[in-house]
């Protein structure tokens, strides 16, 4: 049993709903500094007047997930088959990719909503609070559905037969409504980035808003002669998501192979994460942006230098970490047959690798060597660190900004860089087990993990 057992997930499961609601508070009533524990729980009463769902977050939240859920049903894409599923005597089941179509309607819908009135983007993060308690919320009750069906239903996988260890990892192993929507793909791909999008870009908008209605020198100037009034920390992590998201959603045809996908199951664990943990955890920083300018009325400013030397970090970081999954993940797809060329936005340079240099393995399978898995064995990791980090420096600044500095919005690159290392080390067993001494020559090959030369 994994994460400690029946006790230890019990606690996680205590635990991270109460850390999401901590954090938060550590930004709105705190001002982004953390307290302890104790005085969290001193602030208890405000903390459940802040958090308490409002009607219009439980509409927001709930509203956006089923809106999702419509489109990932409804919208044409292109069609991928997932692994042999040995469960389902090696059938592999097919997937409906339509996430470039449902984003891009996405984006036209946010436009004509805001500027009709009837959704103005900004209302995200106005009732911000009260959507942090019904994801949590909903994430239990989603979690509960799928645990009762997968039973009632006999659709159960891996069972431990602790009903707690089991409600936690996951009861069934592909639940889903109708032929195509696969409920494990959509939780993990559409809610939580385009989620996390939004929250950044309403953020941005009200920044906009609030410059227009109080003048600051805060505003990037050329975009401020265009009529855009963000200021360049809203307008990074706009982009910072934004680029997310679209590579969920360009690249979606190389998910259905992998391990989430593949393996997990469709438990707390990853539902908790999708559809509260993830959105509602890495928008500290537009959070924590919005909370100085907007409530305290001291906006994070850096230099214009410090600014541009950010933007070509986190795009040069953008780009090793789009195209280093990409060129393996097609070197997989070609492998097995299944691969499709599509022309979705951006198709970087280098994106696919034409005659690599590989290892065969005993196994069958071919280990890259060449592109950047030539580079390092992570090195995909190490971009997405360097994007993380990025997101910190932007809100946080190294140093102490305006007479404030705050630790939250580095959280994201601290959780993430714990959550990537674990991964590594569980991956780096499963391919040992999986290629035996083949792993051991490849390592040999490609000696470094993260930064070549260095680690
Ligand atoms: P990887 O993309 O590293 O996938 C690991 C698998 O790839 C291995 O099990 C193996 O599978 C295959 N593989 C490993 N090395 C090679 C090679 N040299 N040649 C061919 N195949 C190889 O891991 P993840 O799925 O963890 O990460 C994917 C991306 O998602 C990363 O960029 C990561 O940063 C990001 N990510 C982001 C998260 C977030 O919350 N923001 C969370 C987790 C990941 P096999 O041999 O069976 O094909």
């Known amino acids: 049993m994994e994460f400690g057992g029946p006790l230890g997930v019990s606690f996680l499961m205590i635990f991270f709903p109460l850390l999401m609601?901590?954090?938060h508070s550590c930004i709105f009533l705190f001002d982004g500094q953390y307290v302890s524990p104790w005085t969290f729980l001193q602030n208890a009463s405000s903390v459940i007047e802040l958090f308490f769902p409002t009607t219009m977050s439980i509409q927001l939240y709930i509203g956006f997930t089923f809106y999702q859920a419509f489109t990932a049903y409804t919208c044409p894409g292109v069609i991928v088959k997932g692994l042999p599923v040995p469960s389902l005597q090696g059938k592999q089941l097919s997937y409906l990719c339509n996430g470039i179509t449902t984003w891009y309607i996405d984006l036209i819908l946010l436009v004509v909503l805001h500027y009709t009135n009837i959704l103005p983007t900004q209302i995200?993060?106005?009732?911000?609070?009260g959507i942090v308690t019904v994801s949590i919320l909903w994430s239990y009750i989603v979690s509960t559905i799928a645990y009762l069906t997968a039973i009632l239903t006999q659709s159960t996988h891996r069972m431990s037969n602790n009903h707690l260890y089991d409600y936690f990892m996951g009861a069934s192993l592909n639940p889903r409504i109708g032929t195509w929507l696969d409920l494990k793909m959509f939780t993990e791909i559409r809610i939580p980035?385009?989620?996390l999008f939004l929250i950044s870009l309403s953020a941005a908008v009200k920044d906009h808003q609030y410059n227009i209605s109080t003048p600051t020198a805060n505003t990037l100037q050329p975009l401020a002669f265009m009529g855009i009034h963000t200021s360049a920390p809203f307008l990074f992590m706009t982009l910072a998501h934004g680029l997310y998201v679209n590579a969920c959603m360009k690249g979606e045809e190389c998910i259905p192979t992998t391990w989430d996908i593949f393996y997990e199951k469709w438990g707390y664990m990853l539902i908790f994460w999708n559809l509260a943990g993830v959105p509602l955890t890495y928008c500290h920083a537009s959070l924590y942006l919005s909370h100085r300018a907007h409530t305290?009325?001291?906006?994070?400013i850096h230099s214009s230098l410090y600014t541009t030397i950010l933007f070509i970090v986190l795009l040069l970081a953008y780009?090793?970490?789009d195209t280093a999954n990409s060129q393996k993940n097609r070197f997989r797809m070609q492998e097995r047959g299944t691969y499709i060329e599509r022309n979705t936005f951006p198709q970087l340079p280098w994106g696919t690798l034409k005659n690599p240099t590989y290892i065969q393995t005993k196994q069958g399978n071919k280990l890259l060597t060449g592109g950047w898995w030539g580079v390092a064995r992570k090195i995909h990791y190490t971009a997405d660190l360097i994007m993380a980090l990025s997101w910190g420096l932007i809100s946080g600044g190294p140093w102490n900004e305006g007479g404030l500095w705050s630790p939250i919005p580095y959280?994201?690159?601290?959780?993430?860089?714990?959550?990537l290392i674990h991964r590594m080390s569980r991956d780096v067993n499963l391919c040992k087990q999986k290629y035996g001494d083949d792993w051991d020559r490849y390592c040999?090959?490609?000696p470094y993990t993260f930064i070549p030369g260095i680690i």
């Not at 995200?124 to 609070?129: E, V």
């Not at 959280?411 to 959550?419: A, H, K, L, N, R």
């Open 21 to 23: 609601w901590y954090l």
């Open 411 to 419: 959280f994201y690159v601290c959780f993430f860089t714990t959550v």
């Open 193 to 195: 980035w385009k989620f």
């Open 296 to 300: 305290l009325h001291n906006p994070v």
């Open 319 to 321: 780009y090793v970490w």
């Open 124 to 129: 995200w993060i106005q009732h911000i609070h």
């Open 444 to 446: 040999k090959v490609v």
